[in-house]
């Protein structure tokens, strides 16, 4: 049996006639920039999440950078974030001359804890951002009122992982200051090469996210502010958009196959992802923690099972981030997280065959 850990292929055999005549639309259009597709998936982002604004953007990363630039934070400024996270997280942060300061896990979410929050919060602290990992979002409100009560600092959800979850019943990208996503092909909502979106209900930081994204231009060759080239390619927002008239069959799929996954896992020695009542997850990934992780995926992998490690280092032991001077055993919920993670096959083109083929091999 040859199992792919996303079926991608599955996906485009699926929306295949969509997606071609949508992308010849374009290539006979030749509105390669912005334009009538880009607008219209925006809009379609807009009614899907209920923020106000939804702006296409490069990358989960730039959409994360370009957050961080409207908010004007740079030097001698501090952002809090997790350490259990993809490197973007932070990366922007020090690209920006910022400084990260980590905060450790929830070791049932693998979410920011937000009852260790308020010891780091310094005069410095410019933004704050929760990461929805796997696809279960943040305890949101818990840290949109610790933003509020110490002078309404900024919270950016980074919602790379978890387009299309839900915390109380709103939805990923609309539970903060900014919410960001990343439509990397591996994503939920997966484009054909890099995209990413920005969101948010303020006016003012819409324009100017608009603004920086597009060289700080207000008008053509008028710069308003130093930015960068971060657009959504129309190709991109055209795929998108076939993808997301899909989407919700695709979440409740998802939704389905990730439950099925931890009520056959519930007997074997490995622990399962656990959902808050509050959220549904879109298991952009299925991560288990095991004991033996080496001897785990030896065992998964001679029977061509693929699998990943999201993440196996923390970002405060990573060589990038050693001016931060933080040593092991500073998060200790973090490292002992990413010495036991691993994330099994997830699509929802995963059938059950396959997903029994898996459970068993964990099992045997
Ligand atoms: C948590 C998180 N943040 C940021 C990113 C960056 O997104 P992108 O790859 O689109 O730049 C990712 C993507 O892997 C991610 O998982």
């Known amino acids: 049996m040859k199992i792919n850990f996303i079926d991608l292929q599955a996906q485009y055999r699926e929306y295949k006639s969509e997606i071609d005549s949508e992308v010849l639309e374009v290539f006979s259009s030749a509105q390669f920039i912005g334009g009538e597709k880009l607008n219209s998936f925006e809009n379609n982002l807009a009614t899907y999440t209920g923020a106000k604004h939804a702006i296409g953007c490069s990358s989960g990363t730039d959409a994360l950078l370009l957050s961080l630039m409207a908010l004007d934070i740079g030097h001698g400024d501090e ?30 979410s693998y979410n920011i804890d937000p009852s260790k929050i308020e010891a780091a919060i310094t005069d410095r602290t410019k933004a704050i951002i929760p990461v929805s990992l796997y696809g279960q979002c943040a305890d949101m409100d818990a840290i949109n009122d610790i933003a509020k009560k110490h002078n309404d600092i900024p919270v950016i959800e980074d919602a790379c ?35 990413g979106a920005i969101f948010t209900n303020d006016d003012e930081l819409a324009a100017k996210i608009r603004m920086l994204l597009n060289h700080g231009q207000n008008e053509r060759y008028k710069h308003k502010y130093i930015g960068i080239n971060g657009r959504l390619d129309a190709v ?54 095991v004991k033996d ?12 099972i693929p699998t990943a490690v999201h993440y196996p280092v923390p970002l405060h032991l990573q060589e990038a981030f050693k001016n931060l001077n933080y040593d092991e055993g500073d998060f200790p919920i973090s490292e002992e997280v990413s010495s036991q993670i691993m994330s099994l096959p997830m699509s929802p083109y995963l059938t059950e065959a396959e997903q029994d083929f898996i459970v068993q091999a964990i099992k045997g």
Do not use: W
């Open 236 to 289: 991109q927002a055209a795929i998108l958009n076939v993808k997301l008239r899909h989407f919700d069959k695709e979440v409740q799929l998802r939704d389905e196959i990730g439950s099925r996954y931890s009520d056959l896992l519930e007997d074997a020695d490995v622990v399962t992802p656990k959902i808050a009542e509050s959220n549904t997850s879109v298991y952009a990934q299925y991560s288990i923690r």
């Open 293 to 304: 992780r080496e001897m785990m995926i030896a065992k998964l992998s001679a029977l061509d």
């Open 161 to 195: 992982q978890s387009f299309g979850a839900t915390y109380n019943g709103k939805k990923s990208c609309n539970l903060s200051t900014i919410g960001c996503t990343s439509f990397f092909p591996s994503k939920p909502l997966g484009a054909y090469g890099d995209g």
């Open 79 to 108: 952002v809090i974030t997790t350490p259990f996270t993809f490197i973007s997280t932070a990366e922007v942060i020090a690209f920006l001359g910022a400084k990260s300061v980590f905060v450790d896990i929830d070791k049932d």
